[in-house]
């Protein structure tokens, strides 16, 4: 039969959900064998904050006199571990003396939430450091002067940029220099406060939201940005045609810092930003 053979999973239930029938795909979905699943309803083998859901929605359809409801969930293994799954009930209504009943198909959906949770961290985060990007940081950055309205506090930014970065590229060449952008961002993530966010702003200026931050504690995460960067960070060459290893540099770097902040959440993202860059142009050393 297709319901026995289906690759996806696949019951039928009663009305009230109990499960009359079930097929080998969702046996091992679920990681139970078929005879235990039945005479269970499907509420039992969902996750507890899906199970009321589930509930009201076939009850939804049932009265509405809907054929069909799609929804997603979560149901649970064996093991315990969760499951998301998509959930299309068709209904088939009662004849006769034959009651009604539901045709569930199951659509396991860790692979598809996964990759869109993928696309979705990539569009937020700088592909070469990791850290989040400039349109994650200004999403942040609005989030943070919007809480100011309920919680009044200072937000500050830290715009900072690399003293000659340039200088580095062009004697040592660009994969030397991505290693020193991701030593950079390392260090920066390292340093930061929990609830602030590092951001690689582009090329090789990044910028630091910290929230419930005054002036001094502004002040203060510059000075250890500044220390962090004090240390050489140790890059390796590529290596030579003649196969001996690769030599390792030690790269110095300054960075230039500027700051703003503002306790008005009236303040747009992108004023505070501009604030912040203008500030650290006017310390810019050159090179």
Known sequence: MAFESAPVGMAVTTDQGVLVQANQALADLLGHPVAALLGRRLEDVAAADAAPLITAGRAEMIASGQPR????????????????VCLTCARVPPTG??????VVHVQDTS?????QAELT?????????????????VNRLEQALARLTRQPST????????????LVNDTYGHTLGDQVL???ARRLQHLQRPGDTACRYGGDEFVVLCEDSGRSQADSVATRIHAALATPIH????PGRDGRPAPTVAVRLTASLGTATTTDPTTPAHQLL???DRAMYRVKRPG
């Open 69 to 84: 409801h799609t929804t997603d969930s979560r149901l649970q293994r064996a093991d315990g571990a969760p499951v998301p």
């Open 97 to 102: 003396s034959s009651p009604g009943y539901l």
């Open 111 to 115: 692979e598809q939430l996964a990759t």
């Open 121 to 137: 961290h990539r569009a937020l985060h700088d592909p070469l450091t990791g850290l989040p990007n400039r349109a994650l940081l």
């Open 155 to 166: 937000v500050a930014v830290l715009f900072a940029d690399l003293d000659g970065f340039k």
């Open 182 to 184: 991701v030593a950079v």
């Open 235 to 238: 890059c390796t060459l590529p």
């Open 274 to 276: 501009a604030e912040a």
